[in-house]
């Protein structure tokens, strides 16, 4: 069984940074695309980042590039989101997941999730 657990989040104002993190226990970490996703009110779930098992392939939605940036450490079993340069529109509840053995931004494709964890951002 596949566990994943979110932390980092809270509030912040426009501009600022905060740093997501999740970790994992359950199968082989290192084989499994993780990405994260977010969810604000009244929305879909969306694909905010993703990196492969190797880390060879790393992907972000166009809204957040060179905003945030994903990375994992296979041997913690953690997978981090930093997010810099802060917007209102980032406000959401940020979701951790577990995917395939493959890169991949669809959703179900991830059959592994976090809680989530709440990022608001003030303007």
């Known amino acids: 069984q596949v566990q994943l657990v979110e932390s980092g989040g809270g509030l912040v104002q426009a501009g600022g940074s905060l740093r997501l993190s999740c970790a994992a226990s359950g199968r082989a970490f290192s084989l499994y695309t993780m990405g994260w996703f977010r969810q604000a009110p009244g929305e879909e779930r969306e694909f905010v980042g993703g990196i492969s098992g190797s880390g060879i392939w790393i992907n972000y939605a166009d809204s957040v590039k060179g905003r945030f940036t994903i990375s994992r450490d296979n041997a913690k079993k953690t997978v981090d989101l930093q997010m810099n340069s802060l917007k209102p529109e980032d406000t959401a509840v940020y979701y951790c997941?577990?995917?395939?053995?493959?890169?991949?931004?669809?959703?179900?494709?991830?059959?592994?999730w976090g809680q989530g964890t709440q990022v608001t951002v003030s303007s």
């Open positions: 997941a577990q995917g395939p053995h493959y890169p991949s931004r669809r959703r179900t494709d991830y059959d592994y």
